[in-house]
């Protein structure tokens, strides 16, 4: 596609519910990345894909967090059991590679809201 | 771990002011490093990148920034600055495929 695309673009859950949240990065993209950010501070980076695989999982802040990324392609994290804590805006990126870094593409953005 | 510190969290300037966005990074290492730009209400978006060679790098919209590896630091530049720069400004360094980025700085340009 064109570029990075997210979806939903917002979404309201209740606490202790499921949410998952999807990313199709720019097509032959083989690196996407996932972070999140909070009202007034910075990226905080959660997860890296190098093709189907994850090299770095270390920002994943509890094991209530996964993703996965199918066929190259599209990625979707699902946060379980959600928490208010866990309110932010969820943004996807993507880039040519992980080694060969020229910048990464970045999506619109998740905004999860946790009543 | 790679850290990103931003100096300054909000600059208000008027139009025709030169800017100097501050950023200094913790890794010792060979490292890439980035400026992205944040416009109201539009995604991130690449200002300027540092891999290699000329440690002034120049970007869009009249940006620069210069890379001093002995001061760990990447400072974002523009002689100066138009209504239309008021945006959020992230420093980014990446190693290995990690990117770090700092807290940003919300620049604010009066008319």
């Given at each position: 596609?064109?570029?990075v695309?997210?979806?939903?673009?917002?979404?309201v859950t209740?606490?202790?519910k499921?949410?998952?949240?999807?990313c199709d990065?720019i097509?032959?993209?083989?690196?996407l990345y996932w972070y999140?950010?909070s009202l007034g501070?910075g990226?905080?980076?959660?997860?890296?894909f190098?093709?189907n695989s994850?090299?770095?999982?270390?920002?994943l802040?509890s094991d209530?967090?996964s993703?996965?990324?199918?066929?190259?392609?599209?990625s979707t994290?699902?946060?379980?059991?959600?928490?208010?804590e866990?309110s932010?805006?969820?943004?996807?990126?993507?880039?040519?590679?992980?080694q060969?870094?020229r910048?990464?593409?970045?999506?619109?953005?998740?905004?999860?809201?946790v009543? | 771990?790679?850290?990103?510190?931003q100096?300054n969290h909000h600059?208000i300037?008027s139009?025709?002011?030169?800017l100097?966005?501050?950023?200094n990074?913790?890794?010792?290492?060979?490292?890439?490093l980035?400026?992205y730009?944040?416009?109201?209400?539009?995604?991130?978006?690449?200002l300027?990148?540092?891999?290699?060679?000329?440690?002034?790098?120049?970007?869009?919209?009249?940006f620069?920034?210069?890379f001093?590896?002995s001061?760990f630091?990447?400072?974002?530049?523009?002689?100066?600055?138009?209504?239309s720069d008021?945006?959020e400004?992230?420093?980014?360094?990446?190693?290995?495929g990690k990117?770090?980025?700092g807290d940003?700085?919300?620049l604010?340009?009066?008319?």
């Amino acid at each position: 596609g064109a570029g990075v695309s997210q979806s939903p673009s917002n979404k309201v859950t209740e606490k202790g519910k499921d949410v998952e949240l999807r990313c199709d990065p720019i097509s032959g993209h083989t690196a996407l990345y996932w972070y999140r950010q909070s009202l007034g501070q910075g990226l905080e980076f959660l997860i890296y894909f190098q093709g189907n695989s994850a090299p770095d999982k270390s920002g994943l802040p509890s094991d209530r967090f996964s993703a996965e990324r199918t066929g190259g392609s599209v990625s979707t994290l699902t946060i379980q059991r959600t928490q208010q804590e866990d309110s932010a805006v969820y943004l996807c990126a993507s880039s040519l590679t992980g080694q060969d870094f020229r910048g990464q593409y970045f999506g619109p953005g998740t905004r999860l809201t946790v009543t | 771990a790679q850290s990103v510190s931003q100096h300054n969290h909000h600059v208000i300037l008027s139009e025709a002011a030169s800017l100097e966005l501050g950023c200094n990074y913790s890794y010792g290492g060979t490292v890439n490093l980035f400026w992205y730009v944040q416009y109201p209400g539009q995604h991130l978006q690449l200002l300027l990148k540092y891999f290699s060679g000329d440690p002034l790098v120049k970007g869009i919209k009249g940006f620069e920034a210069e890379f001093i590896k002995s001061k760990f630091s990447f400072n974002l530049r523009k002689p100066s600055v138009q209504w239309s720069d008021t945006a959020e400004y992230f420093c980014a360094v990446n190693f290995a495929g990690k990117s770090t980025f700092g807290d940003g700085t919300t620049l604010t340009v009066k008319p």
